[in-house]
C-alpha cells in the first residue's frame, strides 16, 4: 500500500512536464502576451484582416505556449486569432498542476476570449491538452462552436494501463481526464485527429474516444505520423479541410 501510495503521488512527475520561461522569453514575431503581460494567460496571433474566429490552443504535456508557435503561423494564415493558452505551472505562469486546476483555468481562459471575441470560438487540444479542452468544453458548451482533438485519449487510465500493465492504475491515477465521459452529449462538432503510428497514445484509445461521440463528428488519421510528428505530415490544404468541418453552421 505504501508503494501505491507513493505511486500516486508521483503521478504529476510522470503526466506533466512544464517548462519555466519569463515572458520576454515565449514572446516572438507575430505573438503577444496574452491578455496583457500583467495578466498573462498566454500569447495571441491575429489575421491579416478580420478575425473569422478565435481558436484557442491547449497544448501537450511538455514545454510551453511559446514552443506551439506553428499553430499560430498556419492558423492566422487561414484568417483565425489564435490564442496559445498557457496553464497554471507553465512558462511564466505560477499554479498548481493537475486536472481540476487545469481545467478550471482553462474555462476562465474561454470565458475571457469568448468576452473578449465574442463567437465563433474553437478549442483545439493536443494530448493532454485534448484531455483539458474536452473538459472545458463540457463545462462551456455555450461558448464552444467546434472542436478539434489532436492525438487524444478515451480515458487516461486507458493509457496509462498500456504504459504501466503491471499497475492497477484505475485506483491509483488521482487525475482521470475522462473525455468520453465528458463528451457523451456536447452538441458541438468534434474532429478527431489520430496519428496512425502513435507509441505515446496508441490510435485506438482515440479510435474508442470517437466512436463514442455523437453527431457530429469526423475522424481523420495521419498517415505514418508518431504522436510528435503529425505536424510535419499535414499541409494547409489539411487544415482547411478541417476547419471547413468545424465551422460550417450545419452539420
Avoid at 498573462?40 to 489575421?47: I, K
Avoid at 485506483?171 to 456536447?186: I, K, V
Avoid at 496519428?195 to 479510435?207: K, L, N, Q, T
Wanted: proline residues 6%; hydrophobic residues 45%; charged residues 20%.
Amino acid at each position: 500500500m505504501i508503494l501505491f501510495a507513493g505511486v500516486a503521488n508521483l503521478q504529476d512527475r510522470f503526466l506533466y512536464f512544464p517548462e519555466k520561461a519569463a515572458i520576454d522569453d515565449v514572446v516572438s514575431g507575430g505573438l503577444h502576451a496574452w491578455p496583457t503581460p500583467a495578466a498573462f494567460r498566454g500569447l495571441v496571433a491575429e489575421p491579416a484582416g478580420p478575425a473569422r474566429a478565435t481558436a484557442i490552443v491547449f497544448h501537450g504535456n511538455a514545454g510551453h505556449a511559446g514552443h506551439r508557435s506553428f499553430y499560430a503561423a498556419m492558423l492566422t494564415r487561414l484568417g483565425l486569432r489564435v490564442i496559445l493558452a498557457e496553464y497554471p505551472g507553465y512558462g511564466p505562469r505560477d499554479g498548481t498542476l493537475g486536472e481540476e486546476s487545469l481545467v478550471a483555468d482553462a474555462q476562465q481562459t474561454i470565458v475571457l476570449a469568448h468576452r473578449l471575441y465574442d463567437a465563433p470560438q474553437l478549442l483545439i487540444g493536443e494530448s493532454l491538452g485534448a484531455g483539458v479542452a474536452a473538459a472545458a468544453s463540457s463545462r462551456e458548451r455555450d461558448k464552444t462552436a467546434g472542436l478539434l482533438l489532436i492525438t487524444p485519449w478515451d480515458r487516461l487510465e486507458h493509457v496509462a494501463a498500456y504504459h504501466f500493465p503491471w499497475l492497477p492504475v484505475k485506483w491509483l491515477l488521482r487525475d482521470r481526464y475522462d473525455s468520453m465521459t465528458h463528451l457523451a452529449s456536447c452538441g458541438f462538432p468534434v474532429l478527431v485527429v489520430l496519428a496512425e503510428r502513435d507509441s505515446i497514445v496508441p490510435a485506438r484509445f482515440g479510435e474508442a474516444l470517437y466512436d463514442a461521440l455523437a453527431e457530429p463528428r469526423r475522424l481523420m488519421v495521419v498517415k505514418s505520423a508518431d504522436h510528435n510528428d503529425w505536424i510535419g505530415r499535414v499541409d494547409e490544404t489539411w487544415w482547411r479541410e478541417a476547419l471547413g468541418f468545424l465551422l460550417t453552421p450545419s452539420h
